[in-house]
């Protein structure tokens, strides 16, 4: 039976790892005794958050998105030392199924939905001859359906960043995972001020976290946007885990 390189990609993780799934040995990238570039793909970047501490560390970062690149046509380079991966997850959100019934809302459609996912995973798998790392980034929704359980799941307030909610985030890939700041929510310096604006609208979700919706102002569309960001506080988290 043929193996599909996205499987041949999640048995690598294991296989090459140091046990436990998660802990990877680098090395850097050589020509003689010259350390070359470390090229970096952003593949569906959008702002450049995740791949942020990776720029200013001075890696050859490249921004793999609309409407500049396309992912479902891009080539990637040779020599690719990590690619961070966050595809749409719009079509495989769990908020779209109260909208299922509405006209006004697009029913979902899982071929559009892979369309960016399969694209990211091929060019993974043409990256593998010099890939250290690689992660694929999604909320925690219907993609597992397709790609199986994710490696390492997180929520932003983890971090020590300004993303002080709740959004449960599944990553898949083969990299280091990244260390967690916060065990409890209260331990955040933040979490007082954040109670006292949204204890009125989050005090009855059963994890007691604020959402995004609880503590941010404005509409849907600028909720949407804020949190299709990747946190920050992860993304510094994720690069000192995986230089």
């Keep these: 039976m043929q193996v599909s390189p996205c499987r041949k990609i999640m048995e690598n993780r294991k296989v090459n790892g140091d046990g436990d799934g998660y802990g990877y040995g680098y090395k850097p ?42 992912v479902t046509t891009y080539i990637p380079p040779k020599g690719v030392y990590g690619i961070l991966s966050a595809p749409p997850c719009q079509m495989f959100s769990q908020a779209r199924n109260a909208h299922n019934n ?18 990211c995973i091929r060019i993974i798998f043409q990256c593998q001859e010099t890939l250290v790392f690689w992660a694929l980034e999604n909320p925690v929704g219907l993609l597992s359906k397709f790609l199986g359980k994710p490696v390492y799941t997180f929520e932003p307030w983890w971090f ?84």
């Design 29 to 70: 990238l050589l020509i003689g005794d010259i350390v070359i570039s470390k090229i970096i793909l952003d593949l569906c970047g959008g702002t450049g958050t995740w791949s942020k501490p990776y720029l200013e560390a001075g890696y050859d970062v490249r921004n793999i998105t609309l409407p500049m690149y396309d």
């Design 160 to 243: 020590d960043g300004d993303e002080n909610w709740s959004k449960r985030t599944a990553l898949w890939g083969k990299f280091n995972v990244p260390q967690r700041v916060y065990l409890n929510y209260e331990d955040r310096p933040d979490a007082y001020n954040v109670y006292i604006r949204a204890k009125k609208r989050y005090s009855l979700r059963k994890s007691k976290i604020p959402s995004i919706q609880d503590i941010t102002c404005g509409g849907h569309k600028v909720q949407n946007e804020i949190r299709s960001i990747t946190p920050s506080g992860f993304a510094r988290a994720f690069y000192e885990s995986n230089r």
């Design 102 to 119: 509405n006209p006004k809302v697009k029913p979902r459609n899982f071929i559009e939905g892979m369309n960016p996912v399969n694209a």
